[in-house]
């Protein structure tokens, strides 16, 4: 087939596509990949991955791009392989992604390269989303364009008179931004907001979308995970704390990486908002005792 055809074909696909061969040197990057990841054609093309874009991870917390790369592997053994991944996006925060290699064979039987495609599995839709609304009744953080303490405070309850109701458990997940004030005050607020707003489009672009975020104050947000027992909660909060310590933020040339801590804990039956939040208020503070950078879900756990 003519290379045009098969690039324009692979230009109007919904999946991200790119080629690599045994150096790891991409030489095709569709309009998809571009979209999904913010690296343009011109960034990407014969460059190679592990240098510059994506800096993959999985979810036990591996890099995928030394040892442990699927593509690497593919390319020595053939086989065609499946992986759930964390992709870094171009503004430095992570998107998850499901991803799929397969070899590329000439005639003579030879693996060539590597065809890597992907897909954003990103929550389509995110609580909140009706920003409009949410600003007219107060209840809008102006900077995150997520809900507000009186959001959240309206949710909790509601989740609380529901699991009472029907027994649906739900988990509230508290997090901090460990360098927020420092970043502040070497290089101005503006570049502190900048930060956060990494932090959050890694946190509400790996949870559910029926799942509910929120800025608590200042650096602290407040993630409500709906329908989960605690070995999941315990999961997802450490996810979102990789992740966050895998992201980065560009501020004055300069590459900026920061960490949450994050207190979790499940509702429970006796729970109101007020002792609900002091619990995982106690439990975030124990994270940031021990070190930061890490989640608690009981303060016996050490």
């Known amino acids: 087939m003519d290379n045009n055809v098969y690039k324009t074909i692979l230009n109007n696909i919904h999946d991200g596509v790119f080629f690599l061969d045994h150096k790891l040197k991409i030489s095709l990057w569709n309009t998809a990949a571009e979209k ?71 005639n003579e039987k030879n693996i060539i390269k590597a065809a890597v495609s992907f897909y954003d599995t990103s929550p389509r839709v995110i609580i909140p989303q009706r920003t409009q609304e949410l600003a007219r009744m107060g209840l809008l953080d102006p900077i995150t364009k997520l809900g507000n303490r009186s959001y959240l405070d309206m949710h909790i309850n509601f989740r609380l008179d529901e699991m009472k109701r029907y027994q649906l458990q739900f988990g509230l997940i508290l997090i901090s931004i460990d360098q927020l004030q420092t970043v502040n005050e070497i290089y101005g607020r503006e570049s502190g907001n900048k930060l956060l707003k990494t932090v959050i489009q890694t946190i509400t672009s790996n949870i559910r979308f029926f799942d509910i975020a929120g800025r608590w104050s200042g650096e602290k947000f407040v993630v409500l995970i709906l329908n989960v027992d605690e070995t999941k909660l315990d999961f997802v909060a450490n996810k979102l704390c990789l992740l966050v310590s895998q992201s980065n933020t560009i501020v004055t040339s300069k590459i900026l990486r920061t960490t949450v801590s994050i207190g979790a804990t499940l509702a429970r039956s006796n729970d109101t908002t007020a002792t609900l939040s002091r619990r995982t208020e106690e439990l975030l503070q124990h994270s940031k005792l021990f070190g930061k950078n890490r989640v608690t879900l009981r303060i016996d756990e050490e």
């Open 36 to 106: 999904i990841t913010g690296f343009n054609e011109s960034e990407i093309i014969n460059k190679q991955c592990p240098k510059n874009i994506l800096i993959q991870v999985d979810e036990q917390k591996m890099s995928l791009c030394k040892e442990n790369c699927p593509v690497k592997q593919t390319l020595i053994d053939g086989k065609i392989r499946t992986k759930v991944a964390y992709f870094q996006h171009k503004e430095g925060f992570r998107i998850p992604v499901n991803m799929r290699v397969l070899p590329i064979i000439d």
